[in-house]
């Protein structure tokens, strides 16, 4: 259960071709992992969470801790980006 929503995720979240696996933090793509570090794991699932929605920057800010730079939350995106092939 997602203690921010009160609701239960489902073990395994599929997107395209993606299927993101919230226990063990493994993402694949049409079967192959991809590496993907604690960050940017906790961003792509907070984003997963709330498909269709905007997430502003306060809660990313309020997920990842207030002492992490709101840069660094920003560069986590960039191994989703790449890792995905959206770059």
Not at 20 to 31: I, Q
Request: with cysteine.
């Amino acid at each position: 259960m997602s203690a921010a929503s009160g609701v239960a995720t489902p073990r395994t979240l599929r997107f395209g071709p993606f299927e993101l696996d919230v226990r063990s933090g493994e993402l694949r793509k049409h079967g192959i992992k991809i590496r993907l570090h604690q960050q940017p794991f906790r961003i792509l699932l907070m984003l997963l969470r709330q498909p269709g929605e905007v997430v502003l920057r306060e809660e990313i800010r309020k997920e990842l801790g207030p002492m992490t730079p709101l840069s660094s939350s920003i560069m986590a995106l960039t191994p989703l980006s790449s890792g995905c092939g959206m770059r």
